[in-house]
């Protein structure tokens, strides 16, 4: 029995500066990984604070996939998104899990904040 359902990522081209300013790249269409999420544990929320120039972060989730997903921060593509329950969360961090039997990654997702600019 797996613990992994279908859940829909989307994934974005990469980003650049313009005029100084960082500007996301446009949005792949949807696709689909089998992955389980869960709520985010306190210790999820301390770790996230933590972080250098942190995001305000309101709810998040933890993500367990075999897939390889772009995390915000780690490179031009500023993270991916999981739609879930009507909701944009955007990756956060990931951890390998490796010492498993059930190799996979654990990822955080952040509740996405609108944009400040509008």
Do not use: C
């Amino acid at each position: 029995m797996s613990f992994r359902k279908p859940q829909t990522i989307i994934t974005r081209q990469p980003g650049g500066y313009v005029n100084g300013r960082w500007v996301d790249g446009s949005e792949n269409p949807p696709s689909t990984i089998l992955a389980s999420v869960q709520p985010a544990t306190a210790s999820d929320y301390d770790q996230m604070r933590a972080e250098p120039g942190g995001r305000r972060i309101e709810r998040m989730v933890r993500v367990y996939t075999n897939a390889r997903i772009d995390v915000a921060g780690e490179g031009s593509a500023n993270g991916a998104v999981l739609l879930w329950e009507g909701e944009r969360y955007l990756f956060v961090a990931v951890s390998p899990w490796r010492s498993t039997a059930l190799a996979h990654y654990r990822y955080l997702a952040a509740l996405e904040a609108p944009d400040d600019d509008a």
